[in-house]
């Protein structure tokens, strides 16, 4: 299909105008353009897990080593992986979710980069007290991320 100008047979048109007819299509870049093709479909977003949901899963692998034994304990976690004794601390302060919690912080994905929450946020509802105030915790933050 070629685009090509129609001048109206009016004399209200001025000559420097003409009429396109036929499908047009919009581009951006520096500036509006006009194309005959359709643009090309938009690419299916990018999903990978959370990083919170790494961190609890890292978290998790952390004391299963403390636990069997292989790590002596979060000290040493520190000077393996080259991290403080508060980061470890940190990380292995996300095991104090209710279980329920981790469940769900575990299926939390990123999507296109977007981070669902961050640690901080989370480490928060860990350090809310009990599972029914982590609950209520977690119930504020997800109604502020919406």
Same mark, same amino acid.
């Given at each position: 299909?070629?685009?090509? +100008?129609?001048?109206?047979?009016?004399?209200?048109?001025?000559?420097?105008?003409?009429?396109?007819?036929?499908?047009?299509?919009?581009?951006?870049?520096?500036?509006?353009?006009?194309?005959?093709?359709? +643009?090309?479909?938009?690419?299916?977003?990018?999903?990978? +897990?959370?990083?919170?949901?790494?961190?609890?899963? *890292?978290?998790?692998? *952390?004391?299963?080593?403390?636990?069997?034994?292989?790590?002596?304990?979060?000290?040493?976690?520190?000077?393996?992986? %080259?991290?403080?004794?508060?980061?470890?601390?940190?990380?292995?302060?996300?095991?104090?979710?209710?279980?329920?919690?981790?469940?769900?912080? *575990?299926?939390?994905?990123?999507?296109? %980069?977007?981070? +669902?929450?961050?640690?901080?946020?989370?480490?928060?509802?860990?350090?809310? %007290?009990?599972?029914?105030?982590?609950?209520?915790?977690?119930?504020?933050?997800?109604?502020?991320?919406?």
């Amino acid at each position: 299909m070629t685009l090509e +100008p129609v001048t109206a047979p009016t004399t209200e048109t001025p000559s420097d105008r003409h009429i396109l007819t036929g499908r047009l299509f919009r581009r951006r870049s520096s500036r509006v353009t006009l194309a005959e093709t359709p +643009p090309p479909p938009k690419p299916e977003p990018v999903r990978r +897990p959370a990083k919170v949901a790494r961190m609890l899963a *890292l978290a998790h692998h *952390l004391q299963g080593a403390i636990d069997r034994g292989l790590v002596a304990d979060r000290a040493a976690v520190a000077r393996k992986l %080259g991290l403080t004794r508060a980061r470890v601390t940190q990380l292995l302060d996300l095991l104090l979710l209710a279980p329920d919690l981790q469940v769900a912080v *575990l299926g939390l994905e990123a999507v296109d %980069g977007a981070e +669902p929450m961050s640690e901080r946020a989370l480490r928060a509802v860990a350090h809310a %007290g009990s599972w029914l105030e982590q609950r209520g915790a977690w119930v504020r933050l997800r109604a502020e991320d919406s």
